[in-house]
């Protein structure tokens, strides 16, 4: 089944603990995102990757990390996280060598994180 | 830069109905997608349906059709028929040349009985 897998679901963590949530997808897609989504503010691009080992800025790039070392595979790293970052975060993928009218984003489940 | 803006934070359609959901962005590429998304409470993001700006013929899904309007940047969500599974938050989103994604705040449809 054509899937992105997105893990933990849910996390609670304290301020300053380093901490990972990864992305895989299996479509062999080699567009991949990052969103983080708040009440009222929608979804907001953290990163994104056009293709192994390379990554760009997104509109709140502050505070995360990401690597692409491999094609299925874009974890996001949180360093130091601080309360401001409690949000609810999307993993997505996509294939961008394929015809326009196919354009479509493929979700992960989210992973809703608490930072205290 | 460019920006989404969804005005109607939350509507409220009769099942059955038709509710038109509203959506402006700002740009100044001519070359760009537009996007309705759907997030039901399940939290998944499913795609409703995409529209190219190069095509001037409005994009149509079964129930789902949208009115763009590209001089006025507006690029509304119709739905007709509204079923109480159509219940959900929708996002209308813009992808430009540089394949960064711009989200709106989203509005939130309830759909009732």
């Known amino acids: 089944e054509a899937q992105v897998t997105q893990n933990p679901r849910y996390l609670i963590t304290v301020t300053g603990k380093k901490l990972t949530v990864t992305c895989s997808q299996n479509?062999?897609?080699?567009?991949m995102s990052w969103y983080r989504q708040d009440p009222g503010l929608g979804l907001r691009q953290i990163y994104y990757?056009?293709?192994?080992?390379?990554?760009d800025k997104g509109d709140v790039p502050e505070g995360y990390k990401v690597s692409r070392k491999e094609k299925r595979n874009f974890p996001l790293i949180l360093e130091s996280p601080s309360p401001n970052q409690t949000s609810l975060y999307f993993c997505a993928s996509g294939d961008w060598t394929a015809s326009s009218t196919n354009e479509k984003l493929f979700f992960g489940s989210g992973t809703q994180l608490s930072v205290l | 830069a460019q920006t989404v803006t969804q005005s109607q934070p939350e509507m409220s359609v009769q099942e059955a109905e038709t509710v038109t959901l509203s959506c402006t962005y700002d740009?100044?590429?001519?070359?760009?997608?537009l996007f309705w998304y759907k997030q039901p409470p399940s939290r998944q993001m499913i795609l409703v349906i995409r529209q190219e700006a190069y095509k001037q013929q409005n994009a149509t899904e079964n129930r789902f059709s949208v009115n763009f309007q590209k001089a006025a940047k507006s690029f509304s969500l119709k739905i007709s028929d509204s079923q109480l599974g159509d219940a959900a938050m929708y996002f209308c989103?813009?992808?430009?040349?540089?394949?960064?994604?711009?989200f709106g705040t989203g509005t939130r449809l309830k759909v009732l009985a």
């Open positions: 740009t100044s590429e001519s070359d760009y997608y």
């Open positions: 479509m062999n897609h080699e567009y």
């Open positions: 989103a813009y992808r430009g040349g540089t394949y960064k994604y711009i």
């Open positions: 990757s056009m293709n192994v080992e390379v990554t």
